[in-house]
């Protein structure tokens, strides 16, 4: 409410804030005690139930383990060799022979005295036979007990026994019954039954509690068809023991969550009626429930004494907020008088203002040299000169027209200029401002495009409407101008082939072309949000900032071998270059980048190939001169070897002179080693090439007398094989080959002093892709052979040479001849194989050696399948495989088994073909580059054909997408290399399949 001049507010007004304020004060004071209150009574509950929950587990624990201690007792005690003597001979003896009675007594003595245990020894149909008191009337069975003694007796099995009232004790007990067995024969002799009072040293685990409570206590409890029964004598009800009984249905009774097979915590109501917190657990093993509880009153006393202190502490906040709210509104009251008498002064003043104002408006109205009106009711009622001059108009033929009668008929997108006018008029009168620019004419036909600005005023009650007219014809034009120029450089810069940046001296980003968005993987929005620095990896900022501070300077710059960094985080190495130009009066940088990752490849592939062809030119090289060295050497060799022999059949041994010449025949025989060596190494390409099977090899080479010497050297090194069962078969010298064997083995121990372990491993593998290595190992099929080592690895730099001849850590003549690796470089480069070495200093190492599958059968072996299970019967398949070698050999194989083969090198082409021809199986490879891969082009095939077969093959182990194929419907999976049979069993099961 406001009161006659508009700006004060009313006293009542002041009265009713004061009230609301007060109410406001006292229901956010009343909600923070409640939410303390209610806070603090949520921690103690939370804190008492972790502790009853611990009480609970601890007290579950403990009884657990008290049953697992009486059977861990009855088990040893009925095993007892001196039990089950004492008691066969007692019974063979008719029972008769009071010695042995006696020894039997006084064993029950020693178990009632050490373990509390009341034992009773039964025959086997559950009549006592012994006891402490035999003719003591106490021990007639109840019918009870009687049926589990006979359980016993059945199965042969312990049985631990549950509460019961004994009427002949008088009190609760517990039975365990043991079987007593011949131990020759494993008769049924007896039963032993232990009697236990829970009162000894069951009850107190259970009735025990770790802290002072009024009303805590733990009841241990089992269930009985439709009764909850309770154990043993409760804290408020003594009689309770095993006559207690409530039903399992009974609402919110933490005993009836407990036999109903819940744990946890619960709160509802106890025995009693009374309510309660508890912790509810079953012991492991047993029929009984455990439940820890406490009253809910005794449990939240602490915070019922601190809610008088929350109600008190309430309302002396609500008294203060009462009086500092009174002292407020009588403040207020104050205040108000004071502002009415401001506000007269001020009104008083104010008009003074307007009249100074109204002058000082129209000497700017008339003075201006903007065209300027005023209209009222649509008509103008003032303009000054610069309107008559715009409008080329006399003034007093001005006054009293429209708006619209300085408008032409139509605005030059065809809309009615009287329409345009009402609806600037309309708006005006919606915002009470509005600017705008539409074309006008003048009194002499002429038409320009003025801006106009409209906005109301309020002059002695009455609105009135003042418009500003601005001439913007030139304006229009040059933006014109400028606007078809940058569209011209923004059609030449998306047309650019590099990617091109634009940004201002500070590095902000303002423009980007196509190719920029496509580099740097942001859109244009994005990348305008960026600064150049903010596209570039941390260490390359240093030299970028510096460029970009001498292009801004000096005009232009260039940066190369630098790296951007995309959205996605990857590094691209770039060229940048750089320039600056004028945009206005701003200096726009232009960045021009490009992308140099092809090129980079290119140097890194020409340093590999480079680096393969001068390590290839060397080995021939120093193949050659071993070759020569070699036989010249071994002429000489064998001169001093032969009349070295000559003389050692002339002389004794035992004479200095024929020791001497001994020394002489092993070294030359070391020497001739070495020969046999560089003859090896200079013996590249020998024809004398067999088809050999590697696994063979091995296990030949592991059972021959030199690796029995060379593990003798090495006693604290183990060598563990893993070797394929199928493996395929390759063509290369079994001498070299064997000889290859030796040294890689040899090697790897000598890189162990200390022991360790050896692997040598052989499979099957199809290289669809080239693997850089030591070696670039080319697509094909191959037989790898693996020797690892866990030893000290090799250094990179000596990683490069190992394959030269004599270059070696050893200490030449101790352990080798340095022509180990040598020879092993020419096996397998005179077979067309590869290696790669991985290793790295104290990390071990793995000799990875590539030997080319053949298909060629070794002489004496013998195919355990007849081919006839494997033959075909004319039916047509589709070989689909990226691989031009691999679709050849399958259609070979195929073909050879009668089968008629088409063939596809994609799986784009594989689904072209099956559109006009049909297939009954299709053979499908799953890596397949570029395109659909295997799985994509089963599921395409699978929507054309829905039942259509097919079969996997692949160079890689089983992988997720394998899988999904075959949960798709494929058949059988192949490994890469595969031999006829494996791929013809694959195709004839899959055909033969309903």
């Not at 008088?170 to 020759?184: C, E, G, Q």
Request: aromatic share 8%; proline share 3%.
């Amino acid at each position: 409410m406001k009161d006659k001049a508009g700006s004060i507010p009313v006293k009542s007004g002041i009265i009713n804030t004061s009230f609301v304020l007060f109410l406001i004060a006292s229901a956010i004071i009343i909600a923070v005690c409640y939410y303390l209150y209610a806070g603090e009574k949520k921690q103690i509950r939370q804190n008492y139930e972790n502790s009853l929950t611990i009480i609970a587990k601890f007290k579950q624990q403990q009884i657990s383990n008290w049953r697992k201690e009486r059977l861990s007792n009855v088990m040893a005690i009925k095993e007892s060799p001196i039990i089950l003597d004492n008691y066969e001979q007692w019974l063979k003896k008719g029972r008769k022979d009071e010695q042995l009675k006696g020894s039997l007594l006084k064993l029950m003595r020693n178990w009632k005295n050490n373990y509390d245990y009341e034992a009773v020894i039964l025959d086997k149909n559950g009549n006592v036979e012994l006891s402490l008191d035999y003719s003591n009337a106490a021990y007639q069975l109840p019918d009870l007990l009687k049926e589990r003694i006979k359980k016993v007796a059945k199965t042969g099995k312990m049985f631990f026994g549950d509460f019961y009232f004994s009427e002949t004790r008088k009190r609760v007990l517990i039975d365990i019954a043991a079987p007593l067995h011949d131990k020759n024969i494993n008769k049924l002799l007896g039963i032993l039954l232990f009697r236990i009072d829970p009162r000894d040293n069951l009850l107190p685990i259970v009735l025990s509690w770790p802290a002072a409570s009024a009303t805590s206590e733990a009841l241990l409890l089992r269930r009985e068809g439709d009764t909850i029964f309770y154990l043993h004598k409760l804290r408020h009800n003594n009689e309770a023991v095993l006559s207690l009984k409530q039903p399992p249905e009974t609402v919110n009774l933490p005993a009836a969550f407990a036999v109903k097979g819940e744990e946890g915590i619960f709160h509802g109501f106890d025995y009693r009626g009374v309510s309660v917190v508890a912790a509810v657990k079953s012991i492991p093993d047993s029929p009984w429930y455990l439940v820890v509880k406490t009253d809910s009153a005794e449990v939240f006393s602490p915070v019922y004494a601190n809610l008088i202190r929350y109600v008190v502490i309430g309302f002396s906040l609500i008294a203060l907020a009462f009086a500092l709210i009174w002292i407020f509104s009588a403040r207020q009251e104050k205040n108000y008088y004071k502002k009415l008498y401001i506000a007269e002064k001020e009104r008083q003043r104010a008009e003074d203002a307007l009249q100074e104002s109204e002058f000082k408006y129209r000497s700017f109205f008339e003075l201006s040299h903007e065209s300027m009106t005023i209209f009222h009711n649509k008509e103008i009622i003032s303009a000054n000169e610069a309107a008559t001059a715009m409008f080329r108009i006399p003034g007093d033929n001005i006054i009293g027209k429209h708006f619209w009668d300085f408008l032409p008929e139509y605005q030059p997108d065809g809309t009615s200029s009287i329409a345009a006018g009402k609806d600037a008029v309309r708006r005006l009168l919606k915002n009470d401002i509005h600017n705008s620019s539409i074309f006008f004419r003048r009194a002499d036909g002429t038409e320009f495009e003025g801006e106009v600005t409209i906005n109301s005023i309020v002059l002695n009650g009455e609105r009135y409407y003042q418009s500003i007219i601005r001439d913007i014809t030139e304006r229009k034009q040059a933006e014109k101008a400028l606007r078809q120029s940058e569209e011209k450089y923004r059609s030449l810069l998306n047309n650019a082939s590099d990617p091109i940046l634009l940004a201002d001296t500070e590095g902000n980003i303002v423009e980007a072309n196509r190719k920029a968005e496509e580099l740097f993987g942001y859109s244009l929005p994005e990348l305008i949000d960026l600064n150049v620095t903010q596209l570039h990896p941390p260490e390359a900022l240093p030299g970028i900032s510096e460029v970009f501070k001498i292009i801004v300077e000096q005009g232009s710059g260039a940066f190369s071998d630098s790296f951007i960094r995309k959205k996605s985080g990857a590094l691209v190495p770039v060229d940048i270059t750089g320039s600056t130009i004028e945009y206005g009066q701003l200096k726009i940088v232009q960045g021009i980048f490009r992308d140099i990752s092809e090129r980079k490849k290119a140097e890194e592939e020409y340093g590999r190939l480079e680096e393969r062809l001068q390590r290839s030119e060397k080995m021939d090289a120093l193949g050659m001169l071993a070759g020569g060295v070699a036989h010249d050497l071994n002429n000489v060799l064998g001169v001093i070897v032969g009349y070295a022999e000559l003389l050692m059949h002339e002389l004794p041994a035992q004479t200095s002179t024929g020791k001497r010449i001994q020394n002489i025949m092993n070294s030359a025989e070391r020497a001739t080693a070495i020969v046999q060596d560089l003859l090896t190494l200079a013996r590249r390409g020998v024809q004398n090439r067999k088809v050999v099977n590697l696994n063979s090899m091995i296990n030949d080479y592991l059972k021959s007398p030199e690796f029995r010497k060379l593990s003798s050297y090495h006693l604290h090194v183990r060598v563990k094989t893993s070797l394929e069962a199928n493996l395929l078969n390759t063509s290369l010298s079994p001498i070299h080959l064997t000889k290859t064997l030796m040294n890689l083995i040899s090697n790897a121990a000598e890189a162990m002093p200390d022991g360790g372990l050896i692997t040598v491993r052989t499979e099957n593998r199809y290289i669809d892709l080239p693997i850089e290595g030591y070696d670039e190992v080319k697509p094909s099929d191959y037989v790898v052979l693996t020797v690892a080592d866990n030893g000290e690895g090799i250094s990179p730099e000596d990683k490069k040479r190992i394959f030269e001849p004599f270059y070696t850590k050893k200490i030449m003549g101790r352990s080798g001849t340095g022509l180990g690796l040598s020879v092993v470089w020419g096996t397998v480069k005179d077979s067309h194989g590869y290696i790669d070495v991985q290793s790295e200093s104290g990390r071990g190492t793995s000799f990875i050696l590539y030997f080319p599958v053949t298909r060629e059968e070794i002489s004496l072996h013998k195919s355990s399948l007849d081919k006839s299970e494997y033959m075909g019967r004319g039916e047509t398949i589709l070989v689909v495989d990226d691989v031009q070698e691999q679709r050849e050999l399958a259609t070979q194989m195929l073909t050879e088994l009668n089968y008629r083969v088409a063939s596809a090198a994609s799986g784009e082409k594989a689904l072209s073909y099956l559109r006009n021809h049909h297939a009954d199986i299709v053979v499908l490879d799953m890596i397949m580059e570029p395109g659909m891969d295997g799985l994509a082009t089963f599921t395409e095939i699978r929507r054309l054909r829905p039942q259509q077969k097919a079969i996997i093959v692949s160079g890689f182990s089983e992988t997720d997408r394998v899988q999904k194929a075959q949960a798709a419907g494929a058949g059988d999976y192949v490994k890469k290399p595969y031999i006829q049979s494996q791929l013809g069993l694959a195709v004839r099961r899959e055909l033969d399949k309903k």
